[in-house]
């Protein structure tokens, strides 16, 4: 038996598997923080809703990856404050995130975090590993999906040129 057999969590990391969990730990950390930021700016009761979501997500993806880290003798990145709940009123208009805004934003981030969910997983050699940036990319997917319908039926999507069919040419 070798030393990349058996039990993967008795197997030892590799530096890429290392980086990416610790960085995947960060990244999840600040997207709390921001997340946090925008239920205070968000006025739709939907909008708040997928921010929930994201940020039981994100805080579940910070348990996780920092769980595996510790377990494997590493020491995670630093768990930033929580940001205390604000009354959207208290938020100057000018300065204040839209609902539109935060829309394209999360759904941009949401985007980013499949391909450095799938980027994980190519890149794993532990099953565990993989397995777990699986199932993070599969609720990100469910989460985008969400986020993608709640824009459309908004009126928030603004999307990019359209191809339209283009009608032949008639010969006479």
């Keep these: ?10 197997e030892p990391m590799h ?38 979501d994201l940020i039981d997500q994100a805080k579940l993806e910070i ?3 920092d769980e595996l880290l510790t377990d494997n003798g590493l020491v995670p990145a ?3 404050p929580e940001r205390p709940p ?8 000018g300065a204040r995130f839209s609902d539109q805004e935060i829309g394209a934003m999360i759904a941009a981030g949401t985007s980013a975090g499949m391909v450095a969910c799938s980027t994980v997983m190519g890149q794993s050699i532990r099953e565990d590993i993989g ?6 990319h ?9 986020i ?9 999507l603004i999307p990019p040129p359209l191809q339209m069919k283009r009608l032949e040419e008639v010969s006479v």
Aim: aromatic share 10%; proline share 3%.
């Design 1 to 10: 038996m070798g030393i990349l057999s058996g039990n993967p969590k008795d």
């Design 15 to 52: 530096y890429g598997e290392i980086y990416n969990v610790w960085m995947a730990s960060m990244m999840a950390k600040g997207a709390l923080s921001s997340y946090q930021a925008y239920l205070n700016h968000a006025g739709d009761k939907d909008l708040k809703k997928v921010i929930d």
């Design 63 to 65: 348990k996780e990856c």
């Design 78 to 80: 630093p768990l930033l």
């Design 86 to 93: 604000v009354r959207l009123e208290d938020i100057p208009v």
């Design 131 to 136: 397995a777990l940036f699986a199932k993070y």
């Design 138 to 146: 599969a609720t990100k997917a469910a989460i985008g999906l969400r």
């Design 148 to 156: 993608l319908k709640m824009s459309k039926e908004k009126g928030w």
